[in-house]
């Protein structure tokens, strides 16, 4: 079992920037791939990024290339996820998910352990 946890979220102005962290706990010693997700209000989840274990990969949704970048410290078991150049359609709440493996995944159902989310509130 792992244990996710978000933080990092709060209001922002379109423009600004935010670092949200996922810190991990539990069965931390495994292999995972590290993703975070967004979730707006009466819509799907989606893929926002993902890290690999040893973070030589990373993948982006193409709406945050440019904008956003995953890291990760193992030492810390915590990923982050640095977003710049906000907009409004940011808006959501962000959740760190776990993959146990190497391989990438953008898939909700691909991911076995989730954090409860942080809140982004961009202000137009």
């Known amino acids: 079992q792992v244990q996710l946890v978000e933080s990092g979220g709060g209001l922002v102005q379109a423009g600004g920037s935010l670092r949200l962290s996922c810190a991990a706990s539990?069965?931390?010693?495994?292999?995972?791939?590290m993703g975070w997700f967004h979730q707006a209000p009466g819509k799907e989840r989606e893929f926002v990024a993902a890290i690999t274990w040893g973070a030589i990969g990373t993948r982006y949704a193409d709406s945050m290339k440019g904008r956003f970048t995953i890291s990760r410290d193992n030492a810390k078991n915590t990923v982050y996820l640095q977003m710049s150049s906000l907009k409004h359609e940011d808006t959501a709440v962000y959740l760190c998910?776990?993959?146990?493996?190497?391989?990438?995944?953008?898939?909700?159902?691909?991911?076995?352990?989730w954090g409860q989310g942080t809140q982004v509130t961009v202000s137009s």
């Open positions: 998910a776990a993959r146990l493996g190497l391989a990438f995944a953008t898939d909700t159902h691909q991911y076995t352990y």
């Open positions: 539990g069965r931390t010693s495994d292999t995972y791939v």
